[in-house]
Antibody, heavy 123, light 107 residues
């Protein structure tokens, strides 16, 4: 049974950066896409970006272009999301989610989700 | 640019009743690209339906998806107590997009 285990909660200052990890266990890492989806308190879901390790090139939502970097380490089956120039509006739960890799840059439905990582941005 | 509009925002029903949730896309899309999720407080979303009408593993058959083009529907035939939650539709693709959600609450 594939599971996605995320790193722990973070508290950051405005203007700083945060790096969240997502480790996959129990399955083949490179055959799947890994996306990051965030949810601000009391709000809906928002796709941040994703990567399909077998194709290597990440894709980002236009809302986060220039501030987010998503990488994957196939040797450890771990994906990372690095979000910079943090502001209070970035306070949210960040989920990683798996999708089947069909073609490059296409993210299919998310069948497995991590438990979420709370990122709080506060001075 | 695609927009997903879910309605209603909140649905107040009693256990045993039927729930009908709507998701409209701003442009016609292939059925293959539409999924539905359930989310309960403090939990990650759970996949219910993929490709508009395919039921995910372990999902009870009281959940069904339908629709095509720009109009998609998630139906819960008879609400169980554990079905009261928020439901999101999702457009798969190169820039995935979620609808704003429908909360199904106990009347």
């Amino acid at each position: 049974q594939v599971q996605l285990e995320q790193s722990g909660a973070e508290v950051k200052k405005p203007g700083s950066s945060v790096k969240v990890s997502c480790k996959a266990s129990g399955g083949t890492f490179s055959k799947y896409g890994l996306s990051w989806v965030r949810q601000a308190p009391g709000q809906g879901l928002e796709w941040v970006g994703g990567i399909i390790p077998i194709f290597d090139t990440p894709r980002y939502s236009q809302n986060f272009q220039g501030r987010v970097t998503i990488t994957a380490d196939e040797s450890t089956s771990t994906a990372y999301m690095d979000l910079s120039r943090l502001r209070s509006e970035d306070t949210a739960v960040y989920y990683c989610a798996r999708s089947i890799a069909v073609v490059a840059a296409y993210f299919d439905f998310f069948d497995i989700w991590g438990q979420g990582t709370m990122v709080t941005v506060s001075s | 640019e695609f927009v997903l509009t879910q309605s209603p925002g909140t649905l107040s029903l009693s256990p045993g009743e039927k729930a009908t949730l709507s998701c409209r896309t701003s442009q016609s899309v292939s059925n293959s690209y539409l999924a539905w999720y359930q989310q309960k407080p403090g939990q990650a979303p759970r996949l219910l339906i993929f490709a508009a009408s395919g039921r995910a593993t372990g999902i009870p058959d009281r959940f069904s998806g339908s629709g095509s083009g720009t109009d998609f529907t998630l139906t819960i035939s008879r609400l169980e107590p554990e079905d009261f939650a928020v439901y999101y539709c999702h457009l798969c693709g190169t820039s995935p997009l979620f609808g704003g959600g429908t909360k199904v609450e106990i009347k």
